[in-house]
C-alpha cells in the first residue's frame, strides 16, 4: 500500500513569528499615526521656511589705480526673516561672498543667532577690500563697466536654518542665496531686485 503524502498532523507557529508579526503591525500603525499628526499639524501651523535677503545696499567707492589695482568700498544690509507666527528659528554658519568679475572681495559672516516668531534681524555690512590686482582683461572689463556706469557684483553663500514646528520636532534646512548686486558707478545708487534664498 504506496504511503500518504498529506500528514494529519496540525504545525503550530512559533511563538516568536507572532511576535514578530504583532510588533511590526505595532510599529506599523505608530508610523501611520505620527504621518497624520505630522500633516494636520503642518495644516495647523502652515510653517514657513525662513530665509536672509538682501534690503538695501550702497556702492561708496569703485576706484582702479594706473597700477591696476582695484578698491571697492560698499555697504550690504541683509536680513535674516522668520515669518512663521508659531515658531522661533536660529541660524548658524553663516556666510556669504562678495565678488566681481570671478575675484572675491569679501567674505560676510554672521555668529550663531535667533528669530523669533513673526519677526526679523537686519545685518549691516561695511565692506572694505583690499587693492585688488587685476590682470590686463580684467583691466578692461573695469573700463568697460565704467564707461556704462553699472557694475555688478555676485553674491554667493548660505545658512543653517532650524525651527520648531510645534511639538513635532525642529525641522533644518540650508538657505542658499545667488544673486547679482548692480549698482550705479556714478552716484552708488543699488538697483534694487530680488535677491534672496527663498524659492522663485
Given amino acids: 500500500m504506496p504511503p500518504k503524502l498529506i500528514s494529519n498532523a496540525k504545525r503550530r507557529t ?34 514657513r521656511i525662513p530665509m536672509i535677503r538682501v534690503i538695501g545696499a550702497h556702492l561708496n567707492n569703485f576706484q582702479n589705480d594706473i597700477a591696476g589695482r582695484l578698491e571697492v568700498q560698499l555697504t550690504i544690509l541683509v536680513e535674516a526673516e522668520n515669518d512663521n507666527a508659531k515658531a522661533h528659528a536660529s541660524f548658524s554658519d553663516t556666510r556669504l561672498f562678495k565678488s566681481f568679475l570671478g575675484l572675491n572681495i569679501a567674505e560676510l559672516v554672521a555668529d550663531p543667532f535667533d528669530v523669533r516668531k513673526n519677526s526679523s534681524v537686519q545685518f549691516h555690512y561695511a565692506v572694505n577690500s583690499i587693492k585688488i590686482p587685476l590682470n590686463p582683461e580684467q583691466m578692461e572689463e573695469v573700463d568697460f563697466v565704467l564707461k556704462t556706469d553699472l557694475i555688478q557684483f555676485n553674491l554667493n553663500g548660505d545658512t543653517r536654518v532650524q525651527w520648531r514646528v510645534g511639538l513635532f520636532g525642529s525641522v533644518k534646512f540650508v538657505c542658499q542665496i545667488h544673486c547679482g548686486l548692480q549698482f550705479h558707478h556714478s552716484n552708488g545708487t543699488y538697483l534694487i531686485s530680488p535677491c534672496s534664498s527663498r524659492a522663485k
Avoid: K
Fill in 14 to 47: 512559533h511563538p516568536l513569528i507572532w511576535f514578530a508579526a504583532v510588533l511590526c503591525t505595532l510599529v506599523s500603525i505608530a508610523v501611520i499615526i505620527a504621518g497624520v499628526g505630522v500633516f494636520i499639524g503642518y495644516l495647523v501651523i502652515h510653517p
